[in-house]
């Protein structure tokens, strides 16, 4: 069995047990298409395809990936083998900086979203509004494709059953309402008879994957990442949005502090020192920061 087999198997294995697998299922993509050709994996050429990263840092991480898929194999297939441990030193996934997009490049990108193939399909209207939801309400990705039309009402956007296992109401402003309306009306004539919001020209919905790589396209075509460099990530959406919004409460710290909680109940998280993580300093919140620090020096002064 090829290679890739292996790690399309392995990786439905993994998806089917709940895992995203997304950075995952790329490394061991790589990996598969360097090996092609080998029926059984070998701890040397595991080795010699993680010594090609860019980094030690990189390097460790491909390698801990790999190791564990090999484990899986050797379970099935001795002939398989399992590489020793931390060759290149224990791996320590870093989390991705985020970049927090102003509304004039999300909206060059769904300008972008519009050219997609085919041409005159429902696909890129998917891909625009879909996009625009997630910069408007920092819904998970996750959250906005699995939506049914049942979920929409009045008062917003039901989300069930979502990470934490917790459902909620997420209220729309009158535009993002306006928006919808009008993409499921384009969908009614053209969408099919699935049941979710948001589907594509074959009348099924995308899947998580699919999205995220489309959006990386289309930050590639916009300039805004470059061809093999870091960039905007679908998930910067949310982020963005988090932080935008902060940006609108300016220096009362009641209002920060009603906000905070808000906001976290908004995007779905389990406490509100998980929402502190969506934050970034912008210019201006440092500027907000700055007021403050300054009125305050100002009283002591006084």
Avoid at 24 to 53: H, K, P, T
Avoid at 79 to 94: L, T
Avoid at 162 to 186: I, M
Wanted: glycine fraction near 6%; aromatic fraction near 8%.
């Amino acid at each position: 069995m090829p290679m890739s087999d292996h790690v399309d198997r392995y990786v439905a294995i993994k998806r089917a047990l709940g895992y995203s697998f997304i950075d995952q299922a790329f490394i061991l993509e790589r990996f598969a298409a360097f090996a092609d050709g080998d029926e059984f994996l070998s701890a040397a050429r595991v080795i010699e395809w993680a010594g090609r990263a860019a980094s030690r840092e990189r390097s460790a991480e491909w390698y801990r990936v790999a190791r564990n898929f090999a484990i899986g194999l050797h379970a099935e297939d001795d002939r398989h083998e399992i590489p020793p441990r931390d060759v290149f030193g224990k791996a320590k996934r870093m989390r991705p900086p985020p970049h927090i997009l102003a509304s004039e490049d999300i909206e060059r990108i769904m300008r972008a979203a519009l050219r997609l193939p085919p041409t005159a399909s429902l696909t890129p209207y998917t891909y625009y509004y879909l996009i625009g939801l997630l910069a408007a309400t920092g819904l998970r990705v996750s959250e906005a494709i699995s939506l049914v039309r049942a979920d929409l009402g009045q008062d917003g956007l039901v989300i069930r059953e979502t990470k934490f296992r917790k459902s909620r109401l997420v209220p729309l402003a009158s535009s993002t309402q306006s928006a919808l309306s009008a993409y499921l009306r384009l969908r009614a004539r053209i969408g099919g008879a699935d049941p979710h919001i948001f589907v594509l020209s074959n009348g099924k919905p995308p899947d998580r994957e699919t999205v995220t790589r489309t959006f990386v396209k289309l930050a590639k075509e916009c300039c805004l990442r470059s061809a093999s460099g870091p960039g905007p990530r679908l998930h910067d959406l949310r982020h963005s949005f988090a932080v935008r919004s902060l940006e609108q409460c300016g220096s009362d710290r009641g209002a920060i502090d009603r906000h905070m909680l808000a906001l976290s109940t908004y995007l779905g998280h389990a406490c509100v020192s998980d929402t502190y993580w969506y934050l970034e300093a912008t210019p201006v919140i440092t500027r907000q920061i700055a007021l403050v620090a300054e009125a305050l020096a100002a009283r002591r002064r006084s």
